[in-house]
């Protein structure tokens, strides 16, 4: 498993931005698919955003259009650009590695490394 940590977390207004990012611990970062998820509180964690090692990308519907998320393999991290936040996009964000490189993955069961999640605050 590949150690990840998030950072940019924070207090936001609607329809405001935010950046995460998610460093990794090792080089074979660059074949793994990414992901983005999210928990509210008392809800099921959701998927947000993926990147394959190719930079093939796919969304939630809930997102599409105002988040982008990216990576840098030189640099073993990810990125999650949020543009025109909402104060239903509150909730704590974890970034997740799948080591099998697949296209697609949305479900967290898929993923085999989780970082320790950064809480994102939208204010109405």
């Known amino acids: 498993q590949v150690q990840l940590v998030e950072s940019g977390g924070g207090l936001v207004q609607t329809g405001g931005s935010l950046s995460l990012s998610c460093a990794a611990s090792?080089?074979?970062?660059?074949?793994?698919?990414m992901g983005w998820f999210r928990q509210a509180p008392g809800m099921e964690r959701e998927f947000v955003a993926g990147?394959?090692?190719?930079?093939?990308?796919y969304y939630a519907d809930s997102v599409r259009g105002r988040f982008t998320i990216s990576r840098d393999n030189a640099k073993n991290t990810m990125y999650l650009q949020m543009n025109s936040l909402k104060p239903e996009d509150t909730a704590v964000y974890y970034c997740?590695?799948?080591?099998?490189?697949?296209?697609?993955?949305?479900?967290?069961?898929?993923?085999?490394?989780w970082g320790q999640g950064t809480q994102v605050t939208v204010s109405s």
């Open positions: 990147i394959t090692w190719r930079r093939l990308v």
């Open positions: 997740a590695a799948d080591s099998s490189g697949r296209f697609g993955a949305r479900s967290s069961r898929t993923f085999d490394s």
């Open positions: 090792e080089g074979t970062f660059s074949t793994y698919t």
